[in-house]
């Protein structure tokens, strides 16, 4: 049903229903549209604007006499000290109800004390745990947690070991040796035995290490048959290449953060897997037609961080249809309690559910993440089977 209703918000994209619209209510909205993070603080902020455009289209919020809702969108450059001044703004001078936002960790926990206080929901996308360890009630962090990426990851190499029929169970875990290595190096050895999963090895060194290859070649000497890799992407690079030098049977496994990059490095990166919590292939039938539409909007095909605007959007809009009210603890309240399972905004993701545990935290959080392989220099879904365009090139493997 929600894959109908988005198909049929999109198909109506030139037309205006007659509704008995008061005026529009006025939603706060935080990210960061410039700075480091930029591009993706930008897509996300396009992400949330097509589909308010898309709810207003389909008559607004109904149990709110129809009203349209408005986006105000403000950019904190990607600089926390910004953001809270503009979340103190938001709240104090615009009076909006709840703030979607803001995007990155950083920024978020800069913003989250703001509406501790003075008590306006926050929609936030944080990879660090941080922010729903405060005990803060007003804070929602709508993010895959970076730690959960090394409990995906060994959930990840099981699957794909039965789906393949190979052994892929038989792991080397490469980190840096850095705060985002460690701490993900810190929960892998309980990961790996929920998993089922043999940790062979576990190697740190120091990012932005030009010669990779006696890292690599300690881990295929290991036994493993697959490499996890708690690293950023120039290492990642250079993993990839050491790997191939040697001629290694091994399956790489890295985050989703690196695509571009990698489709970038051409022939060598193909056959590599990337953790994420979206792909543009996801095999849900609203995909296609979500971005079609963006790119008809903003002119480029979505990323991760457009499709977690839009269903941010719309779940603030399901918060919104059952608070029934605009007041700003109502709406908290409703949105600690609801979860959906059939809207517009999951129509296009690759988990089914969308809500918030106790501390404030999105649930299903394993769930969320999805495998993607790099075939033939584009990267296609590749576990679960559930959302899956394609099957595991084992090419590399042998």
């Not at 292939?281 to 480029?300: F, L, M, S």
């Not at 839009?310 to 608070?323: C, G, Q, R, V």
Request: aromatic share 8%.
């Amino acid at each position: 049903m929600g894959g109908k209703r988005l198909l049929m918000a999109l198909a109506i994209c030139g037309s205006h229903a007659a509704w008995a619209a008061g005026p529009p209510i006025e939603l706060g909205m935080i990210s960061s549209l410039s700075g480091p993070i930029g591009d993706q603080g930008s897509e996300y902020a396009n992400g949330a604007k097509l589909a308010a455009e898309a709810i207003n289209r389909d008559g607004g919020i109904a149990a709110l006499d129809h009203r349209p809702v408005h986006l105000n969108v403000v950019d904190d450059t990607s600089i926390p000290s910004v953001t809270r001044t503009l979340a103190i703004k938001l709240i104090s001078s615009d009076k909006v109800p709840v703030i979607l936002g803001p995007f990155a960790s950083g920024p978020c926990m800069a913003a989250a004390p703001v509406g501790e206080q003075q008590q306006r929901a926050l929609i936030c996308s944080a990879a660090s745990d941080q922010v729903t360890q405060q005990g803060y009630r007003y804070v929602f962090n709508r993010a895959t947690l970076a730690g959960t990426f090394t409990y995906a990851g060994f959930r990840v190499l099981d699957g794909l070991s039965k789906s393949s029929g190979l052994d892929l169970k038989k792991v080397a875990v490469i980190y840096e040796d850095g705060a985002y290595g460690t701490s993900g190096n810190a929960q892998a050895t309980k990961a790996a035995a929920d998993a089922g999963v043999t940790i062979t090895d576990r190697i740190a060194f120091h990012t932005n290490t030009a010669d990779l290859s006696p890292v690599v070649n300690r881990a295929v000497a290991s036994g493993a048959k697959a490499l996890l890799l708690m690293v950023y992407t120039g290492d990642g690079v250079n993993i990839v290449r050491a790997v191939r030098t040697a001629k290694a049977p091994v399956l790489i496994l890295g985050s989703g953060a690196w695509d571009s990059t990698m489709v970038k490095m051409g022939p060598p990166a193909d056959g590599m897997v990337a953790l994420s919590d979206w792909n543009e292939d996801v095999a849900k039938p609203a995909v296609a037609g979500y971005r079609e539409a963006y790119k008809k909007a903003y002119g480029d095909y979505p990323g991760p961080s457009a499709a977690w605007g839009w269903s941010d959007m719309y779940f603030l809009k399901a918060a919104l249809e059952e608070a029934k009210s605009l007041d700003p603890k109502t709406i908290r309240d409703t949105l600690a309690k609801l979860k959906t399972k059939d809207d517009p905004g999951l129509a296009v993701e690759p988990f089914n559910s969308y809500g918030f545990d106790d501390d404030g935290l999105a649930i299903g959080q394993v769930d969320r993440v999805i495998a993607t392989q790099l075939q033939n220099g584009k990267f296609v879904t590749i576990w679960p089977e559930a959302v899956a365009t394609a099957k595991l090139d084992t090419s590399t493997l042998k």
